[in-house]
């Protein structure tokens, strides 16, 4: 049973545009997640992160929205770049107990910004 | 400025044979992962370290083995391989446990035929 789902594989947008990438949880313990870029051939990296406590973060054209009730959370890119066009990952954690070791991922969005 | 270095990037392994995928990060990072990637899926988490020989089960141990006797190093070894083995493995460091940014290598494609 999958707790972390990004429902959309993939998502094309025009550059200068705005991407927005969504993300649904199950698990309630969750209160910490995070967004992870990941071009071909090459490891995650990290890109944005937002505790429960919150319910936005931004990060100059990448802004994440937590919504605890609807257990939803999405990632905006303004202006989006082709630079931006790389799978995305969503990602949570639950700051202690048993799991607090462990991130859970969704199965990524690939994004493609076209010029 | 290394970050997380792992080798091999590529290896092709028969049914049953083992192999040793190494991990090494340069960041002083007390925490350290192993995940695997099969096609079309996010992440999963094979093993993790919260320091030199302290190491634990993730989601999906089975047919693995870790060992962390240096900060530094954190090798994930493969035991008779099987076809469902078969993945793309990243490891990462972080220096706070799961919920902070972790830092990941550039994978290792690794294919059991």
């Known amino acids: 049973d999958q707790q972390v789902k990004q429902n959309s594989p993939s998502l094309s947008v025009q550059e200068g545009r705005i991407s927005i990438l969504n993300c649904d949880y199950t698990n309630s313990m969750f209160d910490y997640f995070l967004w992870y870029k990941k071009y071909p051939a090459e490891g995650p990296t990290f890109l944005i992160s937002?505790?429960?406590?919150?319910d936005k973060n931004e990060d100059g054209r990448f802004t994440v929205f937590l919504n605890k009730s609807a257990k939803h959370l999405s990632l905006h890119i303004v202006p989006s770049q082709p630079g931006d066009s790389a799978v995305y990952f969503c990602?949570?954690?639950?700051?202690?107990?048993?799991?607090?070791?462990?991130?859970?991922f969704g199965k990524g969005t690939k994004l493609s910004v076209i010029p | 400025n290394a970050g997380v270095t792992q080798t091999p990037k590529f290896r092709i392994l028969k049914i049953g044979q083992s192999m040793t995928l190494q991990c090494a990060q340069d960041m002083n990072h007390n925490y350290m992962y192993w995940y695997r990637q099969d096609p079309g899926m996010g992440l999963k988490l094979i093993y993790y370290?919260?320091?030199?020989?302290?190491?634990d089960k993730g989601e999906v141990p089975n047919g693995y083995n870790v060992s962390r006797s240096t900060t530094e190093d954190f090798p994930l070894r493969l035991e008779l391989a099987a076809p469902s083995q078969t993945s793309v493995y990243f490891c990462a460091s972080s220096y706070l446990p799961g919920a902070s940014e972790a830092f990941f290598g550039q994978g290792t494609r690794l294919t059991v035929v």
């Open positions: 990602a949570a954690s639950a700051i202690s107990g048993a799991g607090s070791y462990q991130l859970t």
């Open positions: 370290s919260v320091g030199a020989g302290i190491t």
């Open positions: 937002i505790s429960s406590i919150k």
